[in-house]
């Protein structure tokens, strides 16, 4: 997603947070405080988001602030969700990495009459108020259908992702459907980079280095693009293999 783009959403988010929290109130309070916690806000994705959701907290006269791990810890994110809950914001946005380990805390949270918004990661069993984010299935089929036409309908491709997070597995899933209309291409690797630039770049160096048949890599995660595209750079492979980067 391009910059002026996560910006918008990110926008839209807290646009929607304050609009759930005024139907209790006619107007917003200065003490009103949003938080955003978000998987890896070391990510350029999550700090372009940060730059619209502190405009329209600036425009609505409220709080806002962005946080979140500073790499890729499931674990270490429903923690800080949990010290959030108990300071009582006026609403939380969450991009759930793990969504089975977060459902309960979503609904204790509601319970407290905290609105809780998920973005680009949904948690759709929990009571959340609502989901904002793409398609991701669609978004997979759409990764296939560009790499397709770049190996002109053939070939071995390697898929980086994190298993587990359902964004990333709706968007492999897509993926995996979309291959029905490409026989002649294959999926060999889905190579698991846990969030983490330098793991894409090793396993992909790897991979090259080891002569394996690839002809092409899609990215759906927003780490593994730049890890893949700097192991074919440094083996001079530039233009000799495709990268199709899904940012989130």
């Not at 929290?21 to 990510?43: D, G, M, W």
């Not at 398609?135 to 298993?163: C, H, W, Y």
């Not at 090259?208 to 759906?220: M, R, T």
Request: aromatic share 6%; proline share 4%.
């Amino acid at each position: 997603m391009r910059k002026q783009e996560a910006s918008l959403v990110a926008a839209l988010i807290l646009v929607g947070a304050a609009l759930i929290v005024s139907c209790a109130r006619p107007y917003h309070q200065a003490n009103e405080r949003y938080v955003f916690v978000a998987t890896n806000i070391k990510l350029p994705y999550w700090q372009q988001a940060q730059e619209g959701f502190l405009d329209s907290a600036k425009a609505l006269g409220v709080k806002g602030v962005l946080i979140g791990p500073t790499a890729y810890a499931p674990n270490e994110e429903l923690v800080m969700f949990r010290q959030i809950v108990e300071e009582q914001p006026a609403g939380i946005c969450l991009s759930a990495a793990r969504p089975e380990i977060f459902q309960s805390e979503i609904d204790k949270a509601v319970a407290q009459g905290i609105p809780v918004i998920c973005v680009d990661a949904d948690v759709p069993d929990s009571k959340r108020v609502m989901y904002i984010g793409t398609d991701n299935f669609k978004a997979g089929r759409e990764s296939l259908k560009q790499m397709a036409a770049l190996v002109l309908d053939k070939g071995s491709i390697v898929v980086i992702t994190i298993p587990g997070q359902r964004n990333l597995d709706d968007r492999v899933a897509g993926l995996a459907d979309a291959l029905k209309n490409y026989p002649a291409i294959k999926l060999t690797k889905i190579l698991d980079d846990k969030g983490d630039t330098k793991n894409a770049y090793d396993q992909v160096s790897e991979l090259i280095q080891n002569k394996e048949k690839v002809d092409g890599i899609i990215c759906l995660e927003a780490a593994g693009g730049s890890g893949a595209a700097e192991a074919l750079h440094r083996l001079n492979m530039e233009g000799k293999l495709q990268i199709v980067d899904l940012r989130r």
